[in-house]
T-cell receptor
Framework: SQTIHQWPATLVQPVGSPLSLECTVE??????LYWYRQAAGRGLQLLFY??????ISSEVPQNLSASRPQDRQFILSSKKLLLSDSGFYLC?????????????FGPGTRLTVL | TQLLEQSPQFLSIQEGENLTVYCNSS?????LQWYRQEPGEGPVLLVT?????EVKKLKRLTFQFGDARKDSSLHITAAQPGDTGLYLC???????????FGKGTRLSVIA
C-alpha cells in the first residue's frame, strides 16, 4: 500500500532563518506531487506541483521554492522565512493526471515563524 | 478571487440533526471532490462526482453534483460527533489543471 511521510511534524523558526520540509511517498512510482499551505480561514492554497523529477510548477509568487531530487521525494525550501510563511504545510500525491484522480495527503507540518 | 465558495463557513449542530453544506462556483468543473479534514491531519477524500446531476451516497452522507456542474452539496443525515471536522470541496476545471479547493465548512456536532 502507498504511504506518504512528512517531517518535521512541528517547527518553530525565527524570521529570516532557512527552511527545509521534506515529503516522501512509498509504494508508488511516478506520482504527481503537491505542496499546499493551509492558513487559518484561508483554505488550501496550492504552492507547487510536480509531474516528474526536476519538473516543478509554481502556482503563486513567494519566497518559497520546491525541488524534486528523486521520483518520490519532494522538498519545500526557503532561504529566509517571513512571518507570513506561518501555516500548516501539506504534501500530497496523486497517481493520475486525469480529471478524477484522488489526492492523498500527508500528515502535515505545522510551521510557526516568530 | 475564490473560485469555489463554500457555505456556511461554520456550523454547530446537535447530534441527530440533519445538515446541508454547499459548494458553489461560476465556473464549470469536469469533476468535483469532497474531502474531510480533522484537526492536525491532512484531508481525506470522501467522494468524487463527475457527471452533472450525479448523486452519490456514503452511509449517512449524500453528495450531489449540480446539473450544470457548477455547484455541489453535501447532506448529512442524523449527524454524529464523529462527523465533526472541516469539509472541503475541490474541483478541476479540466484534465490538465490542478485541483482548486474551497475554504471549507467547519462542522461541529455536539453530543
Amino acid at each position: 500500500s502507498q504511504t506518504i511521510h512528512q517531517w518535521p511534524a512541528t517547527l518553530v523558526q525565527p524570521v529570516g532563518s532557512p527552511l527545509s520540509l521534506e515529503c516522501t511517498v512509498e509504494g508508488t512510482s511516478n506520482p504527481n506531487l503537491y505542496w499546499y499551505r493551509q492558513a487559518a480561514g484561508r483554505g488550501l492554497q496550492l504552492l507547487f506541483y510536480s509531474v516528474g523529477i526536476g519538473q516543478i510548477s509554481s502556482e503563486v509568487p513567494q519566497n518559497l521554492s520546491a525541488s524534486r531530487p528523486q521520483d518520490r521525494q519532494f522538498i519545500l525550501s526557503s532561504k529566509k522565512l517571513l512571518l507570513s510563511d506561518s501555516g500548516f504545510y501539506l504534501c500530497a500525491w496523486s497517481s493520475l493526471a486525469g480529471f478524477a484522480d484522488t489526492q492523498y495527503f500527508g500528515p502535515g507540518t505545522r510551521l510557526t515563524v516568530l | 478571487t475564490q473560485l469555489l465558495e463554500q457555505s456556511p463557513q461554520f456550523l454547530s449542530i446537535q447530534e441527530g440533526e440533519n445538515l446541508t453544506v454547499y459548494c458553489n462556483s461560476s465556473s464549470v468543473f469536469s469533476s468535483l471532490q469532497w474531502y474531510r479534514q480533522e484537526p492536525g491531519e491532512g484531508p481525506v477524500l470522501l467522494v468524487t462526482v463527475v457527471t452533472g446531476g450525479e448523486v452519490k451516497k456514503l452511509k449517512r452522507l449524500t453528495f450531489q453534483f449540480g446539473d450544470a456542474r457548477k455547484d455541489s452539496s453535501l447532506h448529512i443525515t442524523a449527524a454524529q460527533p464523529g462527523d465533526t471536522g472541516l469539509y472541503l470541496c475541490a474541483g478541476r476545471v479540466s484534465e490538465n489543471t490542478p485541483l482548486v479547493f474551497g475554504k471549507g465548512t467547519r462542522l461541529s456536532v455536539i453530543a
